[in-house]
């Protein structure tokens, strides 16, 4: 018999996978199963992704366990992570790792269930399960055979399905007492008490809360179970949501508007066939009803949805909806989640007890089976790129993944990304419109305030006299508002007045920035944290000015102007604390809280009926970024903060603090015209050569020494110039943006052009530098969101 082998995805940072033996006898695992493998002198859990023919004359190493019996997700999964990792030229093992269970490697155990029992007569596998399903290995052992490939033929008919059993692996157990009908009399009172709190519970209760108040009962309880009165059982526990504390709206009966959209959705998930669409809805428009409709058709026909939100943290209030409307089958994955939590959810969702998914970026590969429709809210969200290895963007993942799974996708936005409504312009994209508010409210007013003019006639520039009076009207109205600057901390830098150089983090060449009212220095792309610096490291000089400012700043300056404001503030130095954000959401919800300061998180997805004005301390911060995004992010950031004012009965008002009133993106937010400011910004991205004008490929090379990193990108950059052909541009190499980041140093070369000329003349390069297996210090980033 001739060898047989199969490739294995390694879960490595390595750009191959690796071809290993299957012993002779054993059956060959199929795509998708973890196998254990050496490697090196290690042993690693892999997983299969195809069979090989074995190479003659190539020394093999054995699989050494299959850990599956069967794959333990499904066909469309897998060649999702297999696009992910050609697409982004990314390790296949990481992508594939994705797509499996999020930790720890239990074997799990194949059941095999006879489906049309009239199937395969006198097939002895077909037989054998004729009495009931089997685990795959006692039908191994019953047959005295390996069952593998008689069980793959059964599958391809459909006469077998094979399911994994988990039944208790991963998941808590919870001991469930039952009163039993023939109660016999209780003896005393405590056994009285235990069986009126289970019949006061319905028959059936956790012990647990039986037993809450009062631990004592204990020996009662157990003492009615010997005695037959009840009986105690383990039952999975299931897990319960944390959702934050409050009201839920709706269901609503649909608007006009939304009803005209869900019927086009409807007919899609009733198909159940790829469809993108754009779902362009202008902030208070009700996507997320629409969302949820969305969901409940797919319920209604066995199917599951998979709701993808930018940052679960930031969407408490859409997670209470959710659990309110779809309680139990909900599940939702966020990054607090422990890897006990994680591993629980991805078997809910795996064996189809949750079937409406809610999460952030990762959660576009969760184990749904039956996807009926996929959902991106905010689809223009930076977050949903991922920066490190995989380098994927969770938007565009989704899209393949409807297409793999043959379902239709809503990429749901009031300011979408430049790509998907040149996708929509192309007709690539269906576009769906919500172009009306929901309620008598139209949208907010909003005016510009030139904070030059301001700083002329000597008046705060931080709350300006119009911003300070419209707050002073809220306090009074007993109404609410939000101010943006998205900047956290207190002070931007801390400047040496002698030879003018900002203090600098030691890992990295950026400015620190300064916490905690200016005590705290804080470099925001390592992590560095220190005491704010008394002298100038360069120069020695004594004398260091705050300069610049962010919330924290704006917090004192709002509590000077308006001593009887209750303020607090909501950012990512917040964040970092578990429930922080749901406390300081709750307080302004409750009205605990007359102004709300904050970074972007407070321009995401709140609905705040008592927020009548929003004010953005200064409306130019973006635009001084040099991120070919720059107008775009602030264009998108400024119309959705403006989004949250006046979203119920009462008018809202908007203030813009600007040095630079007549850029496009700030006209066009205040005019909230969003197919203009498309126009606009596609002239700009066509001349210079952007997405989605053009595709982007970005190489950063970095090292611990200088000099290799220039030498190693100064080839790889001749490599690819020499393999353009015109089909692509090489800018660079140049000291990256970050030219020093946590100790490295750092070089970047940036290609525009023909993405898949891109990819392979990259992928070729590196290969002929590096070798096939890995490529240490270079990241790829394909399609990447920034370039500065
Ligand atoms: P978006 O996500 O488009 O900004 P939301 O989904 O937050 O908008 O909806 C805006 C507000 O309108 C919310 O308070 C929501 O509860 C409410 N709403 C949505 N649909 C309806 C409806 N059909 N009838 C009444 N209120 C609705
Ligand atoms: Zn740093």
């Known amino acids: 018999m001739s060898e047989r082998a199969v490739s294995v995805a390694l879960p490595l940072p390595v750009q191959t996978t690796f071809t290993y033996r299957v012993p002779a006898g054993s059956p060959l695992p199929e795509r998708g199963v973890r196998v254990l493998v050496p490697f090196g002198p290690r042993r690693v859990v892999g997983v299969v992704t195809g069979a090989e023919d074995p190479q003659a004359g190539v020394e093999l190493k054995d ?41 720890g490697v239990r074997a799990s155990r194949a059941v095999a269930r006879l489906v049309d029992p ?32 008689r069980l793959a033929r059964l599958r391809r008919e459909g006469a077998v399905v094979v399911d994994q059993d988990v039944e208790t692996r991963g998941f808590r157990q919870v001991r469930v007492a039952v009163l039993l009908e023939a109660a016999r009399e209780p003896r005393g009172k405590a056994q009285a008490e235990v069986l009126r709190r289970l019949r006061e519970a319905g028959g059936r209760a956790r012990v647990a809360d039986l037993l809450r108040d009062r631990p004592s009962l204990r020996g009662a309880l157990d003492r009615l179970a010997e005695t037959g009165a009840l009986r105690v059982e383990e039952e999975r526990e299931t897990s319960s949501l944390d959702v934050m504390p409050g009201e839920t709206p709706g269901p609503f009966s649909a608007s006009t508007d939304q009803a005209r959209v869900l019927e086009t959705l409807d007919a899609a998930v009733s198909d159940g066939k790829y469809r993108p669409f754009l779902l362009h809805g202008v902030t208070g428009s009700g996507k997320t009803e629409v969302y949820f409709r969305g969901a ?12 993808l939100v930018p940052e679960i943290a930031l969407t408490p209030i859409l997670v209470r909806a959710a659990a309110a409307r779809f309680g139990e089958t909900v599940s939702v994955l966020h990054s607090g989640l422990s890897g006990a939590e994680r591993h629980a959810q991805w078997w809910r969702i795996r064996e189809g007890y949750a079937r409406v998914v809610i999460g952030a970026r990762s959660a576009v590969f969760a184990p749904l089976t039956d996807v009926g429709l996929i959902v991106v809210d905010e689809e223009q969200e930076a977050s949903y790129k991922q920066e490190e290895s995989p380098r994927y963007h969770a938007r565009d993942v989704a899209v393949v993944r409807a297409k793999l799974e043959g379902a239709p996708v809503v990429l749901g936005s009031a300011t979408p990304s430049l790509e998907s409504w040149a996708n929509s312009v192309s007709g690539k994209y269906e576009r769906l419109a919500l172009p009306a508010r929901i309620g008598p409210r139209g949208l907010p007013k909003v005016e510009v305030v030139d904070r030059r003019a301001v700083l002329k006639a000597g008046g705060d520039p931080v709350i300006t006299p119009p911003l300070r009076e419209a707050l002073e009207l809220r306090l009074a109205r007993k109404e609410q508002a939000l101010l943006l600057l998205n900047r956290r901390g207190y002070a931007t830098s801390l400047i040496c007045r002698e030879c003018g150089l900002p203090a600098l983090c030691p890992n990295c060449s950026v400015a620190l920035t300064l916490h905690h009212g200016g005590k705290r220095a804080l470099c925001h792309y390592c992590a560095y944290e220190s005491r704010a610096p008394e002298a100038c490291t360069y120069c020695k000089g004594a004398y260091l000015r705050l300069t610049g400012y962010g919330t924290e700043k704006v917090v004192e300056a709002v509590k000077a102007a308006l001593p009887a404001a209750r303020v607090d503030r909501l950012d990512r130095d917040l964040a970092v604390r578990r429930g922080a954000v749901e406390r300081v959401l709750a307080a302004f919800e409750k009205g605990e809280t007359d102004v709300l300061v904050g970074t972007q998180m407070i321009a995401k997805g709140h609905d705040f009926p008592r927020v009548t004005l929003v004010g953005v301390i200064d409306a130019d911060v973006g635009l001084g970024m040099p991120d070919f995004r720059a107008a775009e992010r602030t264009f998108q950031l400024l119309t959705q903060v403006a989004g949250r004012a006046g979203r119920a009965q009462l008018p809202g008002e908007v203030i813009l603090q600007s040095h630079l009133p007549d850029h496009y993106a700030l006209r066009l937010a205040c005019a909230q015209d969003y197919a203009a400011f498309f126009e606009n910004e596609m002239q700009f991205r066509r001349t210079m050569g952007y997405p989605p004008a053009t595709a982007l490929l970005n190489l950063v090379l970095r090292a611990r020494d200088a000099r290799d990193a220039a030498k190693g990108s100064a080839a790889l950059g001749r490599a690819l110039r020499d393999g353009a052909a015109g089909r692509y541009r090489v800018l660079g190499p140049a000291p990256a943006p970050l030219a020093r980041l946590r100790g490295e140093h750092r070089y970047q070369i940036l290609l525009k052009g023909q993405r898949r000329a891109m990819r392979e003349a990259v992928k070729r390069a590196l290969v002929e530098q590096y070798g096939e297996v890995r490529w240490p210090g270079v990241a790829v980033d394909v399609d990447p969101m920034t370039v500065m």
Request: aromatic share 4%.
């Open 296 to 307: 409940e058709r797919c319920l209604a026909r066995d199917r599951g949805a998979l709701l």
């Open 63 to 103: 699989v050494l366990q299959v850990v599956d019996e069967a794959p333990l997700v499904t066909p469309p999964l897998l060649d999702l992570a297999a696009w992910t990792a050609d697409h982004y030229l990314a390790p296949p093992g990481e992508c594939y790792r994705m797509v499996l269970p999020p930790e």
């Open 118 to 149: 009239k199937a395969a007569e006198g097939d002895p596998v077909a037989d054998a399960l004729r009495a009931g399903p089997l685990r795959v290995s006692t039908l191994e052992r019953r047959l005295g055979r390996d069952p593998t490939s």
